[in-house]
């Protein structure tokens, strides 16, 4: 099955300053790549996705990578402000033992947990 | 169109007991997964419901652990005879489509004294 590493566990910026998360997915057939944010107690907010058919994708500024060739993708975010502190996890959607082989299981990494000190 | 709905939102159990969390869906969305979220950790895949219907269930324990989805009303996954192992966050999400976007519940925080 799938399997998803996620680095690193922790990381600590100055506001204003850039935070980058990279993490790995194993599975070539997983095509779709989204980037959840979870505040403490909270459900887990989707702020960015990717999917295989695109190398990068930007919202403001927030903005993923992917490189298929080497099975990874990263989350950049510029800027950072001291709202932008909880835990991110990444994922990959790959095939599940139901419906026809079709992508929809969702593996998650483990998380980083970014602090942005004012 | 309200988000993904799951209650109760925190529920307290000793052992021996059952638990029963409830997912309501966003509307027009007829996927459901569920998934369990230990401390200090990330999510992990339960199971992959549609109406009527469990697709996959291969993220569940084969014992004790049951979900459904029943043509009228949420899904529900239910925890019998629960173990202080069983404490976790459970998020239930859906999709429109399958291959599509997961927008997940607040979650039930599941205590076993």
């Known amino acids: 099955g799938e399997n998803v590493e996620q680095h690193p566990s922790t990381l600590s910026v100055q506001e204003g300053d850039s935070a980058v998360i990279k993490c790995t997915y194993s599975?070539?057939?997983?095509?779709?790549f989204p980037w959840y944010k979870q505040e403490l107690g909270k459900r887990p907010q989707l702020i960015i996705d990717?999917?295989?058919?695109?190398g990068e994708k930007k919202d403001q500024r927030i903005a993923v990578t992917l490189n298929k060739t080497a099975k990874h993708f990263s989350l950049h975010i510029t800027e950072t402000q001291p709202e932008d502190s909880a835990v991110y996890f990444c994922a990959a959607i790959s095939r599940g033992g139901g419906s026809g082989g079709s992508n929809y299981k969702l593996t998650f990494g483990k998380g980083t947990l970014l602090t942005v000190n004012p | 169109n309200a988000g993904v709905m799951q209650n109760p939102r925190h529920l307290v159990r000793r052992r021996g007991q059952e638990a029963r969390l409830r997912c309501s869906p966003m509307?027009?969305?007829?996927?459901v997964y569920w998934y369990r979220q230990l401390p200090e950790e990330g999510l992990k895949f339960m199971v992959y419901l549609q109406k009527e219907n469990i697709i996959d269930e291969s993220g569940m324990p084969k014992e004790r652990f049951s979900a459904e989805f029943p043509k009228e009303g949420p899904s529900i996954l239910r925890i019998q005879q629960v173990v202080r192992g069983d404490s976790a966050a459970y998020f239930c999400?859906?999709?429109?489509?399958?291959?599509?976007?997961?927008?997940f519940g607040p979650g039930t925080r599941l205590t076993v004294l």
């Open positions: 509307k027009g969305h007829s996927h």
């Open positions: 999400a859906s999709s429109p489509t399958l291959e599509d976007t997961q927008y």
């Open positions: 599975d070539s057939a997983s095509n779709y």
């Open positions: 990717i999917r295989s058919n695109v």
